[in-house]
């Protein structure tokens, strides 16, 4: 447990104490404050003799349910307290009197002994009953009731000896219950804390399949929003790390080929001196290819690191693609393929041209190479004015793709089958993936029904 989970603990903990201790101290002095109230209550002898009176006038005019009402409303009210016993020692509202009170009350009434505040009326039952208040003053065992719950207990109710309550118990218990408490808060907050920890512990050491979303149950706070954006991230860093080790492997086998061939080419030159001029052609064309393949990865290695062409600045996109198809033309007669283009006219945008430049030449010529003798390649584009967005589409008459392998056609060094051109270098379609995409735009790609390949992009431009 380190220094985050003690200072949890400690905080919450402390907090709790302090406020359960405040707390307890307050109710027991008020407890004290009402018992010291009590013993030195100060009795109305005035104020019982109104009650009973009207006690006895309810009686009269509302009969017994007036007046079990009217001591039912007394009851629960912080005034002394009515008494009303029949000639069977049954009080009305059922509460217990003790005997020797009764007694008293009796005595004082035959007595004729404070007729004021004792009292007996006959009720329409058929009952009569004695009204009277216990007061110490008439001669009644006890101290005057002490308030329970808002009211007045009965001193035949009052154990004797009755003792405020220790405040050492209730404090134990509230500082157990914080300790408790606090122990559980503090584990509940450091617990996912140190699975993070030694999550990245992890990924320092080289696990990147470490992932902290299981150990973070059904927790829905901010703890397990770091959690999930670790396993994001760490995700994230796998499929970078994992692209980067196929990219090394597949440069280091196109890079094989070529240097192998120039070494055998030296080879027979060695052997057969009067080769020596087709040797060196040969050599020169695989050194091209090495010098090719270096300058794609280079240009490929800029894109993913986030550092394109210039930035953005006016151009004629219509002019651009005319240069492009104007290009491509050029190779296409050499395949023996025909491009359609259905372009647009004029039309001043702001953006990369250099990064839309490679990425639709790419594409128009990967559609060129694929497209079978004799085919056609049809070439679409059409702005949106409104919302600034070119749409480019590219349809090519070749063999097409494997359903499978559509979202990896992207990719650096893609095979597909043996549908891969000898002087190709698998490059062209990841680049452009990647122009398009630093451009904001989207590229995807589908079979048509009718065989070959189609490549839709999207394209939007500064405002």
């Given at each position: 447990?380190?220094?985050?989970?003690?200072?949890?603990?400690?905080?919450?903990?402390?907090?709790?104490?302090?406020?359960?201790?405040?707390?307890?101290?307050?109710?027991?002095?008020?407890?004290?404050?009402?018992?010291?109230?009590?013993?030195?209550?100060?009795?109305?002898?005035?104020?019982?003799?109104?009650?009973?009176?009207?006690?006895?006038?309810?009686?009269?005019h509302g009969g017994v349910a007036g007046l079990s009402?009217?001591?039912?409303?007394?009851?629960?009210?912080?005034?002394?307290?009515?008494?009303?016993?029949?000639?069977?020692?049954?009080?009305?509202?059922?509460?217990?009197?003790?005997?020797?009170?009764?007694?008293?009350?009796?005595?004082?009434?035959?007595?004729?002994?404070?007729?004021?505040?004792?009292?007996?009326?006959?009720?329409?039952?058929?009952?009569?009953?004695?009204?009277?208040?216990?007061?110490?003053?008439?001669?009644?065992?006890?101290?005057?009731?002490?308030?329970?719950?808002?009211?007045?207990?009965?001193?035949?109710?009052?154990p004797p000896d009755d003792e405020p309550p220790s405040?050492?118990?209730?404090?134990?218990?509230?500082?157990?219950?914080?300790?408790?408490?606090?122990?559980?808060?503090?584990?509940?907050?450091?617990?996912?804390?140190?699975?993070?920890?030694?999550?990245?512990?992890?990924?320092?050491?080289?696990?990147?399949?470490?992932?902290?979303?299981?150990?973070?149950?059904?927790?829905?706070?901010?703890?397990?929003?770091?959690?999930?954006?670790?396993?994001?991230?760490?995700?994230?860093?796998?499929?970078?790390?994992?692209?980067?080790?196929?990219?090394?492997?597949?440069?280091?086998?196109?890079?094989?080929?070529?240097?192998?061939?120039?070494?055998?080419?030296?080879?027979?030159?060695?052997?057969?001196?009067?080769?020596?001029?087709?040797?060196?052609?040969?050599?020169?064309?695989?050194?091209?290819?090495?010098?090719?393949?270096?300058?794609?990865?280079?240009?490929?290695?800029?894109?993913?690191?986030?550092?394109?062409?210039?930035?953005?600045?006016?151009?004629?996109?219509?002019?651009?693609?005319?240069?492009?198809?104007?290009?491509?033309?050029?190779?296409?007669?050499?395949?023996?393929?025909?491009?359609?283009?259905?372009?647009?006219?004029?039309?001043?945008?702001?953006?990369?041209?250099?990064?839309?430049?490679?990425?639709?030449?790419?594409?128009?010529?990967?559609?060129?190479?694929?497209?079978?003798?004799?085919?056609?390649?049809?070439?679409?584009?059409?702005?949106?004015?409104?919302?600034?967005?070119?749409?480019?589409?590219?349809?090519?008459?070749?063999?097409?793709?494997?359903?499978?392998?559509?979202?990896?056609?992207?990719?650096?060094?893609?095979?597909?089958?043996?549908?891969?051109?000898?002087?190709?270098?698998?490059?062209?379609?990841?680049?452009?993936?990647?122009?398009?995409?630093?451009?904001?735009?989207?590229?995807?790609?589908?079979?048509?029904?009718?065989?070959?390949?189609?490549?839709?992009?999207?394209?939007?431009?500064?405002?």
């Amino acid at each position: 447990m380190g220094r985050l989970f003690w200072k949890f603990f400690l905080t919450f903990w402390l907090a709790l104490l302090m406020a359960g201790a405040g707390v307890g101290t307050a109710v027991w002095l008020r407890h004290n404050a009402w018992q010291k109230e009590a013993g030195n209550y100060s009795v109305d002898v005035g104020r019982a003799a109104a009650f009973v009176a009207v006690a006895e006038n309810v009686v009269h005019h509302g009969g017994v349910a007036g007046l079990s009402s009217f001591l039912a409303v007394m009851h629960d009210t912080p005034f002394l307290p009515v008494y009303a016993v029949d000639d069977q020692d049954r009080e009305l509202l059922q509460r217990n009197v003790a005997p020797e009170v009764l007694q008293q009350a009796r005595t004082l009434f035959s007595q004729a002994a404070y007729p004021e505040a004792i009292r007996r009326v006959s009720a329409d039952d058929g009952h009569r009953y004695l009204l009277f208040v216990p007061l110490p003053e008439h001669g009644f065992a006890g101290h005057p009731p002490p308030m329970q719950g808002g009211r007045f207990e009965p001193p035949g109710d009052r154990p004797p000896d009755d003792e405020p309550p220790s405040p050492l118990l209730p404090i134990l218990a509230g500082t157990f219950a914080s300790l408790v408490f606090s122990l559980a808060l503090a584990w509940y907050f450091a617990k996912p804390i140190r699975s993070l920890r030694n999550a990245f512990s992890a990924v320092a050491q080289g696990n990147l399949d470490i992932r902290v979303g299981p150990l973070m149950g059904e927790r829905r706070d901010e703890l397990s929003d770091l959690g999930r954006d670790f396993d994001h991230m760490a995700g994230q860093i796998h499929s970078l790390v994992h692209a980067q080790q196929r990219l090394l492997h597949d440069v280091s086998h196109e890079l094989r080929s070529p240097l192998a061939r120039i070494q055998a080419a030296i080879g027979l030159a060695q052997q057969q001196p009067e080769k020596i001029q087709a040797m060196l052609e040969r050599t020169e064309r695989e050194s091209q290819r090495i010098s090719d393949l270096v300058g794609e990865l280079l240009v490929l290695s800029r894109l993913e690191a986030g550092v394109g062409a210039s930035g953005s600045h006016d151009f004629d996109i219509g002019g651009l693609l005319d240069d492009i198809v104007e290009d491509a033309r050029f190779e296409a007669e050499q395949h023996g393929v025909a491009i359609r283009y259905d372009g647009i006219e004029e039309t001043l945008v702001k953006g990369c041209s250099e990064l839309l430049h490679r990425a639709i030449e790419n594409v128009l010529r990967n559609a060129v190479q694929h497209c079978k003798t004799g085919g056609e390649v049809l070439f679409t584009a059409r702005f949106d004015s409104a919302e600034q967005r070119l749409q480019v589409a590219v349809d090519d008459q070749g063999p097409g793709v494997a359903e499978s392998d559509l979202s990896a056609i992207f990719e650096p060094f893609f095979r597909s089958g043996d549908r891969v051109k000898a002087n190709s270098i698998g490059l062209g379609l990841a680049i452009a993936y990647r122009s398009i995409e630093a451009h904001g735009g989207t590229i995807w790609a589908s079979n048509r029904p009718e065989g070959g390949l189609h490549v839709e992009i999207g394209i939007p431009f500064a405002g």
